[in-house]
C-alpha cells in the first residue's frame, strides 16, 4: 500500500542545479532508510546517495562533494539536491525506502517509478 511519489526531474545546463524529491505515503511505517539511485542507458543502476532514520549519509564517489541527501521527518519526504551538474550525470534517477510496517514489523523495500534528469546544453 505504501507508495514513493518522485518529483523533480527534468533538463539542466551543464553547471546548473535540480533538486528531487520523494515522499513515501500509504501505510503507517517507520523509515529505516531512503535513498537515490540512478541508471544511463547501457549501464547498471548505480548508488548515489543515501540516508538513515539516524541521519547517517552515504554519497558516490561521483557526486560527493556535488549532491546532498537530505530528508524531511514530518513529510517522509527524501530531498537531493544536485549542483554542478554534468552530463554524465543525465539518468533516470529512483527513489527507494526501506520501510517498517508498524502493524506487522516487517521490513519492506520500495521502488519509485523513476524520473528523468537530462543535463544539456
Known amino acids: 500500500q505504501v507508495q514513493l511519489v518522485e518529483s523533480g526531474g527534468g533538463l539542466a545546463q551543464p553547471g546548473g542545479s535540480l533538486r528531487l524529491s520523494c515522499a513515501a505515503s500509504?501505510?503507517?511505517?517507520?523509515?529505516?532508510?531512503m535513498g537515490w539511485y540512478r541508471q544511463a542507458p547501457d549501464k547498471q543502476r548505480e548508488l548515489v546517495a543515501t540516508i538513515t532514520s539516524g541521519d547517517t549519509t552515504r554519497y558516490a564517489d561521483s557526486v560527493k562533494g556535488r549532491f546532498t541527501i537530505s530528508r524531511d521527518n514530518a513529510k517522509n519526504t527524501v530531498y537531493l539536491q544536485m549542483n554542478s551538474l554534468k552530463p554524465e550525470d543525465t539518468a533516470v534517477y529512483y527513489c527507494?525506502?526501506?520501510?517498517?510496517?508498524?502493524?506487522?514489523?516487517?521490513?519492506?523495500?520500495?521502488w519509485g517509478q523513476g524520473t528523468q534528469v537530462t543535463v544539456s546544453s
Open positions: 527507494d525506502a526501506y520501510l517498517r510496517d508498524m502493524n506487522s514489523r516487517q521490513l519492506r523495500h520500495y
Open positions: 500509504g501505510s503507517i511505517f517507520t523509515i529505516n532508510a
